[in-house]
């Protein structure tokens, strides 16, 4: 089984700074997908950003970027210009293209300083 | 909009009853949907992976009797938690995957207390 770890529980991030989460992964496949999950208090998982690994550019979704180093098996996040509204457990996740389930990290909760 | 609805969102039951948890994907259809589990602050657990047509793999350690799954239609899968007792309470989350997008959504999950 492929093994997800976030080894950040929490962190916190005063207003419109930028916040990074960290994100390793343990895999011997070559192709597969890593994602980020963002739930908010409402506890409503939703999807952030997804990261191709055949892909070497870095996905970008306005404020949320991540770093992938495949080599490294590594895919962090970074918040720039944080809000309020980032404020959330935040998920790392990896699949395989033929198994669609996905493994999880056991997530960093972040918090937004005003 | 949601794009897969769970139903319902709180539902509170006496110990010895059963209950149903309904997800429905609504802009799609999904022959692969999961079952989460979520404690306080904890990631999510897989319970199962459902599957339309045909029987629910289950994880280690994750009762079948005791979560039935049904995937009757490509748009509708229910976990039915049976002879609820205490430790049951907990958030089950649904998700389902859509083949044309290549991702998985969630329902909005339900909470479960019983007493």
């Known amino acids: 089984a492929q093994t997800v770890t976030q080894s950040q529980p929490e962190m916190s991030v005063q207003e419109a700074e930028t916040v990074t989460l960290s994100c390793t992964y343990d895999?011997?496949?070559?192709?597969?997908?890593l994602f980020w999950y963002k739930q908010p208090p409402s506890r409503q998982m939703i999807l952030v950003i997804r990261q191709e690994a055949y892909k070497q550019q870095n996905a970008t979704e306005n404020r949320f970027s991540v770093n992938f180093q495949k080599a490294a098996k590594s895919f962090s996040l970074k918040i720039s210009d944080s809000q309020l509204g980032d404020a959330a457990m935040y998920f790392c996740a990896y699949r395989t293209p033929l198994d669609y389930k996905l493994s999880f990290g056991a997530g960093t909760t972040v918090t937004v300083r005003a | 909009g949601a794009v897969v609805s769970q139903h319902p969102s709180r539902v509170i039951c006496k110990s010895g009853t059963s209950v149903k948890i309904e997800c429905r994907s609504l802009d799609f259809q999904a022959t692969t949907m999961f079952w989460y589990r979520q404690f306080p602050k904890q990631s999510l657990m897989l319970m199962a992976t459902?599957?339309?047509?045909?029987?629910?793999?289950?994880e280690q350690g994750v009762e079948k009797d005791k979560f039935l799954i049904n995937h009757a239609s490509l748009t509708l899968s229910t976990l039915t938690v049976t002879s609820a007792h205490p430790e049951d309470s907990s958030f089950y989350i649904c998700s389902a995957s859509s083949l044309a997008k290549n991702i998985q959504y969630f329902g909005a999950g339900t909470r479960l207390s019983v007493l």
């Open positions: 895999t011997s496949e070559s192709d597969y997908y």
């Open positions: 459902s599957n339309e047509g045909s029987k629910a793999t289950y």
